[in-house]
């Protein structure tokens, strides 16, 4: 994977963002697992981009396609659909897989709300890293005025391929021991 190698347009500042393909699979009390997506963001904590939680999507158009999938499994014909499913015993469908995970996004939204906590300090303050087109940090200003900026990658380094990790939270973001 290629490298996300940073430097600050201001100081001598150094520093990496590493792509991994990571799963966040939040454990709540009464036992229902929510997966999200991570996010790489600035910790001011640590100092550092780091792995954080993403922020959550907004309520209101979750709760809509909620409803939408509730109008539709309301009709008759998938009542039918759904008998003759239960009957041969087959699982649940793609309506009620998606809609029990709109459940958990909107559970998962309500519960964390707007933090994106650090993965590897437990940190809070982390602010997002996004880029122009000419790989310049907006929105965000290094501690010494200047802006981070994305390093044209070097073809030429060595390259690491990280396998998929799930990291286990709980429902305020913290890490859990899990086994599974």
Same mark, same amino acid.
């Given at each position: 994977?290629?490298? !996300?190698?940073?430097?600050?347009? /201001?100081?001598?500042? @150094? !520093?990496?963002?590493?792509?991994?393909?990571? =799963?966040?699979?939040?454990?709540? /009390?009464?036992?229902?697992? $929510?997966?999200?997506?991570?996010?790489?963001?600035?910790?001011?904590?640590?100092g550092n981009p780091r792995d954080t939680e993403s922020s959550q999507? %907004?309520?209101?158009?979750?709760?809509?396609?909620?409803? %939408?999938?509730? /109008?539709?499994?309301? =009709? #008759?014909?998938?009542? $039918?659909?759904?008998? +003759?499913?239960?009957?041969?015993?087959?699982?649940?469908?793609?309506?009620?897989?998606?809609?029990?995970?709109?459940?958990?996004?909107? @559970?998962?939204?309500?519960?964390?709300?707007?933090?994106?906590?650090?993965?590897?300090?437990?940190?809070?303050?982390?602010? #997002?890293? =996004? +880029?122009?087109?000419?790989? $310049?940090?907006?929105? +965000?200003?290094?501690?010494?005025?200047g802006h981070l900026q994305l390093d044209p990658p070097d073809m030429?380094?060595?390259? +690491?391929?990280? !396998? @998929?990790?799930?990291?286990?939270?709980?429902?305020? !973001?913290?890490? $859990?021991?899990?086994?599974?």
């Amino acid at each position: 994977m290629p490298d !996300g190698r940073l430097s600050c347009t /201001a100081c001598d500042y @150094r !520093g990496f963002m590493v792509f991994r393909r990571i =799963t966040l699979a939040y454990h709540f /009390a009464d036992g229902t697992t $929510v997966d999200a997506p991570r996010d790489i963001r600035w910790c001011s904590d640590c100092g550092n981009p780091r792995d954080t939680e993403s922020s959550q999507p %907004a309520l209101e158009p979750l709760q809509a396609e909620l409803d %939408a999938l509730k /109008a539709s499994s309301a =009709t #008759p014909r998938y009542r $039918v659909k759904r008998w +003759f499913s239960r009957l041969f015993g087959l699982g649940a469908d793609d309506l009620q897989k998606r809609a029990d995970e709109l459940r958990g996004q909107i @559970r998962l939204a309500k519960a964390r709300g707007d933090e994106c906590r650090c993965l590897i300090c437990a940190g809070v303050h982390t602010l #997002p890293l =996004t +880029f122009d087109e000419n790989g $310049v940090c907006t929105g +965000f200003q290094h501690d010494c005025g200047g802006h981070l900026q994305l390093d044209p990658p070097d073809m030429d380094a060595p390259r +690491f391929n990280y !396998g @998929r990790e799930t990291i286990h939270l709980d429902d305020a !973001g913290k890490r $859990v021991q899990w086994s599974e």
